[in-house]
């Protein structure tokens, strides 16, 4: 972010998506946007939120309900809790040899019970039934079996983010992730974008993985959760 108050649509990749590219999953409250559950946990609030603001999160969340705010870094009123905060890089595109995979196929709607079942497998953040409506979603197979996808997630103007990258534990040290990067970064670039994408700051491996790609370091950042007051919000303006 400029230090003259000007702001990059990096900085709330949430926000950008979901009022750019993204805006037909937006389910809003106000100034509050956040994904269909089963397409993403990300939600977006405006970059310095308001007593409004606030009321309409707790009117989404419920009373009690606990409501994910990745890249927040502001104080969250009284009677709001913070449950989590996971400290976060955002890494840029800044010299990736992206190049398409002859192995790579593109998974549908038929393939999201694989994917989800990799994904129990292998951790690797949020992925729900409908996070392939996102964007391309690649993987490899080996035996018939998928054991190895990463895909588009947000999609801020401009950018596309690079997400689920997975693989399974029986074939990891191959290289799979790394191809699967690239492919995917060609397509993002073939559309005339730019890839980026986002991991905790303690996952030293990744990180040293997307440096040696070309990946540079953007920002830091924060993954927070936060708990709604018990109370009912009423919220201004609904």
Known sequence: MSRTGSRHVLDNPALASLTGPH??????RGR????????????????DPDAGDWADLAAL????????????????????EITQRIEGVQFVDEGLAAAPDTEAVRLGPAD??????????TQPGPFERRTIELGTYLGIRRDGTLVAMAG?????????????????????????????????AHGIRERGETPFLHTSAANTGAIRLYESLGFGLRRRTAFLAARAPERDAVAVGA
């Open 32 to 47: 509050v946007l956040r994904y269909p559950v089963d397409v993403s946990p990300w939600l977006a609030v405006p970059d």
């Open 112 to 121: 999201v019970p694989e994917m989800l079942a990799l994904v129990a497998r």
């Open 152 to 184: 588009e997630r947000l999609h801020p103007p401009g950018w596309t983010e690079i997400s689920a990258v997975c693989t399974d534990p029986a074939v990891r040290g191959q290289g799979l992730a790394t191809r699967l990067i690239l492919a995917v």
């Open 23 to 28: 805006a037909r999953f937006a389910e809003r």
């Open 61 to 80: 969340a419920g009373p009690g309900g606990e409501v994910p705010l990745p890249g927040f870094r502001g104080e969250v009123p009284a009677g709001w």
